[in-house]
């Protein structure tokens, strides 16, 4: 379902359940007069990855701190399963959602076993339930035992991620919130964490909001895509190709990008491509004749092309594609990566050769489902139409201002965010974590974490 502008209540698709978040005419303006979010109404379904998405200052991250209560709204409410959150206590609330943030925010005078059993520490959990969480997540998140007893400097930037992912779920919160968590580290490293994190949702199923600035990073790993626009206003929400085949105006097509149609071909399958043949060879010293003639090894898997003018030489070739579970991008750009214009299509499992499908085979496949998009884009906007009804107006001013910001007040909680630690912060965090009183850790818990800080 895509929102067009603010002010419209998104409609609910597949959201029930426990984790869902709503924003309901949500408006955050600091005291200095900062207007950071503007009646912002979004739904955020459970046990799914929501990214919201925009320029530098259109609220991005004042949106995330409002969830956990860093921030409170100026206007409107957030619920949880219909609860609001100025119900909860702040530390309890925290305490069910993870929070992870650029460079993984680690203590650097702690170990990694320390830093991921933060949380279980501030629940006091016995210390050999503590470590033996610690040690189990380690390995989840793909990092090797010995690395236990360092410290996140002697870590890479990959790495300290991981650490920081294992720290926000090592007491299994419901929610986990991650603010630009992959932005500090470069891209082939990025797109190893994409991956892990994609694998980890599998195994999860955790309610996600992750913000971030790129389109790309929004587009591969959301299944729902929040995009803002400066002001703090929301712009359009829906998934990855429902943003790319239907944007709602101009600045969502100028933010999603150029190519746009080429990167929805992401989300169609190409398991409905015609596959062809071409004549297959085992040894290329027998390549003979006119035409296209593919080289394969042992296994039937491909090598390359037969070059028909230098005998027993081989052209590249190209990349492959399986049409059990690849894309038509994928399909598309094994075809413009081929000397022949040829897709070469593999087996999913044992890669080995299982056809051909030329570029315009596919480009008119393309053609196809776009003709398909827009019909189904007319039908709904004609449906909506007849149906539509006047949404009732959110009134403003239905719940307390909450308490006071203090915009000063970040030398607590940026210690912890930012792992900027002293010493004196760290006999701060011996307190949280080796309190005896509960009331008194909850105490200093929120002291760190009612520090705000302006996302300006």
């Known amino acids: 379902m895509v929102v067009k502008g603010a002010g419209r209540r998104k409609l609910l698709d597949e959201t029930c359940g426990v984790g869902v978040l709503e924003f309901e005419s949500v408006g955050k303006t600091y005291r200095d007069g900062t207007v950071a979010v503007v009646d912002l109404n979004l739904t955020v379904p459970s046990r799914k990855i929501t990214v919201i998405v925009g320029p530098s200052g259109c609220g991005k991250t004042t949106t995330l701190r409002m969830v956990n209560r860093m921030l409170e709204p100026t206007t409107g409410r957030i619920t949880w399963d219909g609860t609001p959150l100025r119900s909860k206590r702040k530390t309890t609330l925290r305490r069910q959602m993870g929070y992870v943030i650029q460079s993984g925010g680690l203590f650097p005078h702690r170990t990694v076993l320390e830093n991921i059993g933060t949380v279980p520490s501030l629940l ?19 990092l090797e035992r010995k690395l236990a007893h360092r410290y996140p400097a002697q870590l890479s930037g990959g790495q300290q991620q991981r650490v920081g992912v294992a720290r926000a779920l090592a007491a299994d919160p419901l929610v986990l ?3 630009e968590p992959f932005s500090a580290v470069d891209p082939v490293v990025r797109e190893e964490l994409h991956e892990f994190l994609l694998e980890l949702q599998r195994e999860l199923s955790k309610t996600i909001i992750l913000i971030t600035h790129d389109i790309d990073e929004a587009i591969k790993l959301g299944d729902q895509v929040a995009i803002l626009r400066i002001g703090g206003h929301l712009a359009q ?18 933010f999603v990008g150029r190519d746009r149609g080429f990167r929805s071909l992401s989300f169609q399958r190409a398991s409905e491509l015609r596959l062809e043949g071409v004549k297959v060879v085992r040894d290329v010293e027998t390549a003979s004749g006119s035409g296209p003639i593919l080289v394969v090894d042992g296994d039937a898997r491909p090598v390359g092309w037969a070059d028909p003018d230098r005998p027993g030489r081989i052209f590249a070739l190209g990349s492959t594609f399986s049409p059990e579970t690849d894309t038509l991008r994928v399909a598309l750009d094994s075809a413009l990566t081929s000397r022949y214009g040829l897709a070469v299509a593999v087996t999913a499992e044992a890669g080995r050769y299982a056809g051909v499908v030329s570029a315009d085979d596919i480009l008119a496949m393309v053609r196809d489902v776009r003709v398909a998009i827009a019909e189904s884009i007319s039908i709904r906007e004609i449906a909506a139409a007849q149906t539509s009804e006047p949404i009732p107006e ?16 970040d030398e607590l909680y940026d210690q912890m965010a930012e792992a900027e630690q002293t010493d004196d912060s760290d006999q701060l965090y011996d307190r949280l974590a080796e309190s005896e009183d509960a009331e008194d850790a909850d105490e200093l818990y929120d002291q760190m974490a009612d520090a705000e800080q302006a996302d300006h």
């Open 124 to 142: 006091h959990w016995p210390k050999a339930k503590r470590e033996k969480r610690s040690l189990e997540l380690l390995s989840s998140v793909g």
């Open 237 to 254: 929400v829906g998934t990855p190709q429902q943003l790319l085949d239907e944007p709602a105006d101009a600045f969502v097509e100028g």
């Open 177 to 179: 919130l991650m603010d």
């Open 394 to 409: 959110v009134e403003e001013g239905d719940e307390p201002l909450g308490e006071p910001e203090q915009h000063d007040s």
